[in-house]
């Protein structure tokens, strides 16, 4: 199994464009959650999904920010438009309850995405 | 609300020194509770668990046990290595929830 994918790795952009990250959740996982990560502020869930539909995005910080889950193994956050302070480490994951061995507790990170807004 | 807080990093120690994280938490019910660990440059990483009290989770040397008690999950290890110099999170998971509340992270340094 390939893990969870991000792209791109590293994007640098300037203020005020659009940017779009993208995700490819593990095949069979059935949740898939949206990470920030800066030094101020640590680690924040931005918005889950469960079956490709959006359960909770209270972390969603505005309305700059957006997230779709159009099919089971795609998912992007779109940031319209950026603004330097969005600069941070944007991690997506995945799980699945049904998982067999006890490992439906966990959630699988993928390498992240650092995002650099100028 | 629930929450987890973490000892507050930096920590720096010496190869082969004990190591303990200490975390605590506050939730409703009964959470699970995990450690994760971000090497440099990677995503997170599950290191150990525990689902209920007075479980103890171990892996690579490092062990946690759930203390209902104490509401706690301190994170030690024997002996560290250069190799664990990381990144370490304590977090929990409601019962019946995939949302996990994660504390705000450790900063592990080991020279050699």
């Known amino acids: 199994d390939a893990g969870v994918i991000q792209s791109p790795r590293h994007e640098v952009t300037e203020m005020g464009q659009e940017v779009t990250l993208r995700c490819k959740p593990i095949?069979?996982?059935?949740?898939l959650f949206w990470y920030r990560q800066t030094m101020m502020r640590g680690l924040e869930l931005l918005i889950y999904f469960n079956n490709n539909v959006p359960i909770d995005d209270s972390g969603m910080p505005e309305d700059r920010f957006s997230a779709k889950m159009p099919n089971a193994s795609f998912s992007t956050l779109k940031i319209q438009p950026s603004e330097p302070r969005d600069s941070a480490v944007y991690f997506c994951?995945?799980?699945?309850?049904?998982?067999?061995?006890?490992?439906?507790?966990?959630?699988?990170f993928g390498p992240g995405t650092r995002l650099t807004v100028l | 609300g629930d929450s987890v807080t973490q000892m507050e990093g930096p920590v720096t120690l010496s190869e082969e020194a004990f190591l303990t994280i200490n975390c605590t938490y506050t939730a409703t019910g009964y959470p699970s509770l995990f450690w994760y660990v971000q090497y440099p440059g990677e995503g997170l990483q599950l290191l150990l668990k525990a689902t209920k009290a007075d479980d103890k989770g171990s892996n690579k040397g490092f062990e946690a046990t759930y203390r209902k008690e104490t509401t706690s999950f301190h994170l030690e290890k024997g002996s560290v290595q250069v190799s664990d110099s990381a990144v370490y999170f304590c977090a929990l998971r409601i019962q019946g929830a995939q949302k996990l509340v994660f504390g705000q992270g450790t900063r592990l340094t080991i020279n050699p």
């Open positions: 095949s069979g996982h059935d949740y």
């Open positions: 994951a995945s799980s699945s309850p049904g998982l067999a061995g006890g490992r439906g507790n966990e959630q699988f």
